[in-house]
Structure formats: structure tokens, C-alpha cells
């Protein structure tokens, strides 16, 4: 018995000593978590304060550490990934914190809308990184949340068009982009809200920009500015946009100095805002600059993407891609001015972030592979601008196709290295395709008249280096050698030509010729020789002792056109 009653007192002992242990720890626990909470307090404070002194690094360190210290507190998690993206374009570990949030918050069930969010932003991110069928899997998803808890015609379902709209204009796919910013329009419309309306429409005058259908941008965006005098909005942050993008038009047609005025407007309300220091105000500098540039006052360019890159690196810190797309047009700067090392130190800036914030893969390296190529082609380096032409390509190729509007240039530096190099078969196969690509993009045009002449001179080129390069006859057969008569007192003029001729004879070279005319006119400079020429139908027959005085040029004018020719001319030689 007494053993017993020592056991009992120890039991209750042992009990009562554990009753303390448990009442101890969860003392501890609520101290630790309200230190916690607290702490977590403190970091999002201290980041607020640093995002408004534009110490934006500061402030993602703030958040991570935050959510770093308690990795399953999904809305730390979330935060994360948004100043990670937002200020410091960090996609990828941006999308490391919103896939931790996103498992989270579907592990305890949270909230659907929330979940919706971060599809939205992963969708974002992902297009940014050139991940194109990500980017449209996690919008789509969001889209779908979105319009079952908040209905088809919501703010959030509006944003997520808008979104799926920006992805397809970056891929070229530009019917479906205007798809999307029609549905995005008509949740505007029915909300009626003017500043809405006239984001869209700023958003689809952008999209038939890119798309080359000046008119047609330029009808939206005037809408677009319209609505917002017209509601006496003329401050809002939002008209400065519209103001951005129609000079964006302007400059795409060529009047660079309507464009400037435009961006003086767009500045002018940017400010009224903000001080000098915000992105927006860093990309009308941007595109001043670019118009400057294409004015070809380089001094002016250079200080406008000088102060680009200044308010960039203040706001966004060194190593953002947006300070990346500055470098390359300074770059392109004395790339035009013919300082080509400065040039290239300035691309090779500009790819090491691009590289460092995106990966190997992503559209922007292969732009600046190209520029970089075509730099060393200005250069005289041949191998060089192949092998980086060759790298864009892949690049474009792997992202895209072979039908991206930014190959056509690839195409041409592609031809012209080649063609240097004396690798004739290789720069008539590039040379094709950039013809090719040009007419299926853009139809006839006197660009695609010029490449048509570049590819015969190329033909021609190896022909008279022994290399009959395949396709010759049947690509030969759409061209004629014309002659224009040089204004003045030459023999041309005398005998009464004028303007330009079809050339059909010359010396003992006929239209049927194999040979090049450029071979005989050098072979009958300044020798006696007949003539014969065509225009407007009408066959004449000259003969000059000396200098004609015209000069002789190769014209695409099609396969039946030709052969219309040739049989007018065998007709006048049978008479």
C-alpha cells in the first residue's frame, strides 16, 4: 500500500510537472508568435519607407526576410513575389514566392480569388521571361476564377483580357491581342467609366500600331485623348500614356517632329505626378531620345537616354532590364556615328543584364545578338556577325518561328556575312528567306524591288567566280536590265532618249543573253556599238561611237512581264 501511494505521488508529480511543461510552451508559443507577428510588422514597415525613397533592393530585402522566416504564411509568401517583380525585376524569384503562396493557400483551402491573383501575376511574369505558353496557362486559369466568383463583367476579369491581350501582341499574334481588348472594351463600356474607356482604347490604338495600321492607331488614340479633355481629365496620369503612344505613331511614320510634341505633352502631365525620378517619366525620355535619334541629332539622343537610364538606375537599380533597353539605344547611337567599340560596349552592358535577369532564352538576346553582329559587319569582321546572326536566329527561331518580323533583318545580315565571306549558296539561301519573309509579311514593295536586285547581283556575283548557284535561270527569268539616261548634253540625249529604257540589245549581248550586260557595257566602254531599246512598247534601234551616257541597272518585273517583252522583241527581230 504504501509503495502504491508513493506511485500515486509520483504520478500526480509527473502530471502536474507536465501541466507546467505544456502551460510554459504555449506561452512560448504565443510569445513567439506574437514576436513574429511583430517582426513581420517591422519588415513590411521598414520596406514601405524604403519603396518611397525608391530604395527598392532595400525593400525586397525586408520582404524576403520576412517571408523566409515563416515559409508557410502564404500572404508573406505573396508579397515577396510581388516587390521582387515590381521593383526589382526579379522574375524569377518572383515566381519562386508566388508558387509558395499559390501551394499554400490551395493547401488550407484559402481564398479563391486570391488564388486567382497569383495565376494572374505567375501569367505575367511568365511572359516577361519569354515563356509564352506559361504565361497564357496561368492567365487563362486566373480568368477562369475570376469570372465563376466575380462574374464575367468584373474589374479583375477586365484586367486579365487585358493581360492575355499583351501577351499575344509580344508573340505577333495580333487579331487574337484585339480579340482580347474588344472583350476588355466592352466591360469598360458597360461600366461607363471614362478613365477605363480610355486606357482601352489607348491599349488597341498600341495593338494596331504594332501592327502597322497607322490610320487605324491613330483613331483610338485620338478617342482615347478626347475622352479625357473632354471629362476634364486633362491632368490625369493616364492621357500622359496616350500622349506616349500616338508619338509612338508619329515616329513610326516618319514625322519625328510631331512625335517630340507629343512627348512634350506626355512629359509635361508625367510630372505634374512625379518628380523626375519615376519609370514613366524615364520612358517618354526614352522615346525623346529615339525621335532625336532618327533626326539624326545624336548629341540631343544621347542626353535624353542619358537621363532614361540616370531615372531608371535611381528608381529600379542597375541591373533592371529597363536599364538594359537603355543601353542598347545608346549603343545604337554610336552604332549610327560610327563608333563602333563604344558601341559595342554599351550592347554587351545591355546583354549581361538581360542574360543575368531572363536566362539565355528570352526575345531581347536575340535582338541584341543581332545588333552586336551587325556591329562587326560595319567592323569588317565577317565570322563574327555569322556566329552571332546565327545565335539570334536560333534564339527567334526557338521562341517563335521562322516567320517573326524581326528575322527579315537577322535574314539580311545573315546574307551579307555570308556573300563577304564568299559563301555564295549560303547567302542566297538567307537572302531568300529574307525575300520570302518580306513578301509574306508586307506583299510587293519597293523594299522587296531592292532585295529582288540584291539576290540577281548576288547570282551574277558568283556566277562570274565560276559558281552557278541553283535556281538561276528560273529566278533570272522575272528580271530585265533597264537604262536612264543621264540628264544633259550626253549622246543618249541627242539622239532624242529620255527617261528609262528596256534594254534588249547591246553590241552583240541580247536579252536572251546568259551573260551579264554589266560585263558587256564594261567590255564596250568607250567603244562603237548599236542599241536596242524599249519604252512604252515602242522599239528603237541607236548606234553610239563613244559614251551613251546611261546608266545601266537590273529591274524585277515578273515572269510574264519578261515574257511579254521577249516576245515583243522577237517579233520586231523577225520583221
Known amino acids: 500500500a504504501a509503495r502504491l501511494g508513493r506511485q500515486r505521488d509520483a504520478i500526480r508529480e509527473d502530471a502536474a510537472d507536465l501541466a507546467r511543461r505544456h502551460e510554459a510552451h504555449d506561452k512560448s508559443v504565443a510569445l513567439h508568435s506574437k514576436e513574429l507577428e511583430d517582426f513581420g510588422a517591422d519588415c513590411y514597415s521598414r520596406a514601405e519607407i524604403c519603396l518611397m525613397e525608391h530604395k527598392n533592393d532595400s525593400a525586397a530585402y525586408y520582404l524576403e526576410l520576412r517571408a523566409n522566416t515563416d515559409t508557410l504564411n502564404a500572404e508573406w509568401q505573396f508579397e515577396a513575389g510581388i516587390v521582387t517583380v515590381d521593383y526589382v525585376a526579379e522574375y524569377n524569384k518572383s515566381i519562386q514566392y508566388l508558387n509558395r503562396a499559390l501551394r499554400i493557400f490551395s493547401s488550407q483551402q484559402g481564398d479563391i480569388k486570391y488564388i486567382a491573383y497569383i ?47 499583351s501577351i499575344y501582341s509580344v508573340v505577333g499574334d495580333y487579331e487574337k491581342a484585339l480579340e482580347y481588348l474588344e472583350k476588355d472594351l466592352n466591360i469598360a463600356l458597360q461600366k461607363g467609366d471614362s478613365s477605363d474607356i480610355a486606357i482601352t482604347y489607348c491599349d488597341l ?36 500614356d496616350s500622349y506616349n503612344i500616338i508619338s509612338l505613331v508619329c515616329t513610326s511614320r516618319g514625322d519625328f517632329n510631331k512625335s517630340l510634341e507629343y512627348l512634350e505633352k506626355a512629359l509635361e502631365i508625367a510630372l505634374k505626378w512625379y518628380d523626375d525620378s519615376q519609370p514613366l517619366v524615364a520612358n517618354i525620355y526614352n522615346n525623346m531620345g529615339l525621335n532625336y535619334h532618327y533626326l539624326q541629332e545624336y548629341g540631343k539622343a544621347l542626353e535624353y537616354y542619358d537621363k532614361s537610364v540616370r531615372t531608371n538606375i535611381r528608381t529600379k537599380g542597375e541591373r533592371n532590364p529597363s536599364v538594359a533597353i537603355d543601353y542598347n539605344n545608346i549603343a545604337g547611337v554610336y552604332h549610327q556615328q560610327g563608333d563602333y567599340d563604344t558601341a559595342l560596349q554599351y550592347y554587351d552592358k545591355g546583354l549581361d543584364i538581360q542574360l543575368e535577369q531572363y536566362g539565355e532564352k528570352h526575345i531581347d538576346n536575340a535582338r541584341s545578338y543581332h545588333n552586336i553582329g551587325n556591329v562587326y559587319i560595319y567592323k569588317g569582321d565577317f565570322e563574327k556577325a555569322r556566329d552571332l546572326n546565327q545565335k539570334s536566329l536560333a534564339l527567334y527561331t526557338e521562341i517563335f518561328n521562322e516567320e517573326y518580323p524581326d528575322l527579315i533583318a537577322v535574314y539580311e545580315d545573315l546574307a551579307m556575312s555570308y556573300s563577304r565571306l564568299e559563301d555564295y549558296e549560303n547567302s542566297l539561301k538567307y537572302g531568300k528567306k529574307e525575300l520570302n519573309l518580306l513578301l509574306n509579311l508586307y506583299g510587293e514593295s519597293p523594299r522587296a524591288d531592292m532585295l529582288y536586285i540584291k539576290i540577281a547581283v548576288l547570282y551574277w556575283t558568283a556566277k562570274s567566280n565560276g559558281e552557278k548557284l541553283p535556281g538561276f535561270d528560273d529566278f533570272m527569268s522575272e528580271f530585265v536590265f533597264v537604262g536612264t539616261i543621264v540628264p544633259g548634253e550626253t549622246a543618249a540625249a541627242q539622239q532624242g532618249l529620255a527617261g ?29 556599238k548599236t542599241i536596242v531599246v524599249m519604252q512604252d512598247g515602242k522599239i528603237t534601234q541607236h548606234h553610239f561611237e563613244n559614251v551613251i551616257g546611261m546608266g545601266i541597272d537590273y529591274k524585277h518585273v515578273g515572269r510574264a512581264e519578261r515574257q511579254r517583252i521577249l516576245d515583243e522583241y522577237y517579233k520586231w527581230k523577225a520583221q
Do not use: C, Q
Open 500 to 528: 528609262e529604257y528596256t534594254i534588249l540589245e547591246f553590241g552583240d549581248w541580247n536579252i536572251g543573253s546568259e551573260s551579264s550586260l554589266w560585263e558587256k557595257s564594261d567590255e564596250l566602254r568607250g567603244k562603237p
Open 119 to 165: 495565376y494572374h501575376k505567375l501569367g505575367i511574369n511568365y511572359s516577361v521571361l519569354a515563356l509564352y505558353d506559361a504565361a497564357l496557362e496561368n492567365a487563362f486559369k486566373a480568368l477562369e476564377i475570376f469570372r465563376e466568383t466575380l462574374g464575367e463583367n468584373s474589374v479583375e476579369v477586365s484586367g486579365v483580357y487585358n493581360s492575355i491581350s
Open 205 to 240: 490604338g498600341n495593338v494596331y500600331r504594332m501592327l502597322g495600321d497607322y490610320d487605324k492607331a491613330e483613331e483610338y488614340l485620338e478617342k482615347s485623348i478626347s475622352l479625357y479633355i473632354d471629362n476634364h481629365k486633362e491632368d490625369d496620369e493616364g492621357l500622359s
